[in-house]
């Protein structure tokens, strides 16, 4: 009986507020744009950018191994910092759930 009673007032304020709400809904879903109109302008504005580095490339006579290297050195700096972290940290915890 109470749980009758309960779920009848739950829904009843579901109900008023999604009647509340449903104005601000409705404003919200047609200022905005859709999501994958949002991700198709992105992938435009990186292609436009990254269009650029080639041509800045050239202007400074930075030859592609340079690049190449110093791009490869930096994922290996990162990625070893992180694999000693999370190693700390597997220990760590590896520790505490020692008796």
Same mark, same amino acid.
């Given at each position: 009986?109470?749980? /009758?009673?309960? *779920?009848?007032?739950? !829904? +009843?304020?579901?109900?008023?507020?999604?009647?509340? +709400? /449903?104005?601000?809904?409705? +404003?919200? *879903?047609? =200022?905005?744009?859709?999501?994958? !109109?949002?991700?198709? *302008?992105?992938? *435009?504005?990186?292609?436009?950018?990254?269009?650029?580095?080639?041509?800045?490339?050239?202007?400074?006579?930075?030859? =592609?191994?340079?690049?190449?290297?110093?791009?490869?050195? +930096?994922?290996?700096? &990162?990625?070893?910092? =992180?694999?000693?972290?999370? &190693?700390?940290? /597997?220990? =760590?915890?590896?520790?505490?759930?020692?008796?």
């Amino acid at each position: 009986m109470v749980n /009758a009673i309960l *779920n009848g007032f739950f !829904n +009843l304020v579901i109900g008023l507020v999604s009647t509340i +709400l /449903a104005p601000i809904d409705s +404003l919200i *879903n047609s =200022a905005i744009p859709q999501f994958g !109109n949002v991700l198709t *302008n992105f992938a *435009n504005f990186l292609t436009y950018i990254l269009g650029f580095i080639p041509w800045g490339l050239s202007w400074f006579h930075i030859p =592609a191994t340079t690049l190449t290297f110093v791009i490869y050195y +930096l994922i290996a700096k &990162i990625t070893t910092s =992180a694999t000693i972290h999370i &190693i700390k940290l /597997a220990l =760590a915890w590896w520790r505490t759930l020692k008796p």
